[in-house]
């Protein structure tokens, strides 16, 4: 049981260029998030979703695009990088029960040159 | 606008030394509160979940209470060991709405145990 593994582990980009951050669970969640965390800002929400087939803004979306490609799939696609998004992406599940608890990926720490 | 407040931002404590670890939060209307440890590096394993309600959770060495009238909560660790060394972040999700799916976090207390 994997849990929820996040790739790549690191990435330099150079402004403009495009990514996807891909996400997968092995634990059956219907619910998946992309955060970014920088420092002195703590951890942000940028998308989520709720279960297979829906999307939703959090926090900060500008600049991000998300694909819920499956109930174990959820990507995060900058389209044209900027240096602003020069963070540590995490991912997180969470089974949509009554606590509704959240597990997190390892991260992806990307760099905008 | 939810805000989470973890006070203080750093802690440095000898090992064997008991401690707790303060958040507190604006809006009472949460739906539950969750504790994480970040090692530096790494994602973030989560601790313990408190239900609105309920008053406290524990796991081993750890207890965490919630006083969700006062807006704060406190994370207690016993005996504290160097491997306890890390970042601890709080964070609340609200009780409805459209943002309900939404964590609001805390910038977390990083705890150095000095062996």
């Known amino acids: 049981n994997a849990g929820v593994t996040q790739t790549p582990k690191f990435q330099v980009l150079k402004t403009g260029q495009s990514m996807t951050l891909q996400c997968a669970q092995d634990m059956n969640h219907n619910s998946m998030y992309w955060y970014r965390q920088d420092p002195g800002m703590g951890l942000r929400l940028i998308y989520y979703?709720?279960?297979?087939?829906?999307?939703d803004k959090g926090e900060v979306p500008n600049g991000y695009n998300v694909s819920r490609l499956n109930k174990r799939e959820f990507s995060l696609r900058l389209e044209s990088a900027a240096p602003s998004q020069t963070s540590v992406y995490f991912c997180?599940?969470?089974?949509?029960?009554?606590?509704?608890?959240?597990?997190f990926g390892p991260g992806t720490r990307l760099t905008v040159t | 606008k939810q805000e989470v407040t973890q006070i203080p931002a750093a802690l440095s404590v000898p090992e064997g030394e008991n401690l707790v670890l303060n958040c507190s939060f604006t809006?009472?209307?949460?739906?539950?509160l969750q504790w994480f440890r970040q090692d530096p590096g790494k994602g973030l394993t989560s601790l313990l979940l408190i239900q609105s309600s309920q008053r406290e959770q524990t796991s081993g060495r750890l207890n965490a209470s919630l006083d969700k009238s006062s807006g704060r909560s406190t994370l207690y660790i016993a005996a504290s060991q160097p491997g306890d060394s890390a970042t601890y972040l709080c964070a609340v999700r609200p009780t409805s709405g459209a943002g309900s799916y939404q964590l609001t976090f805390g910038k977390g207390t990083k705890l150095s145990v000095i062996p």
């Open positions: 997180a599940s969470s089974e949509d029960r009554d606590s509704y608890e959240q597990y």
């Open positions: 809006d009472s209307a949460i739906y539950n």
């Open positions: 979703s709720a279960s297979e087939g829906t999307t």
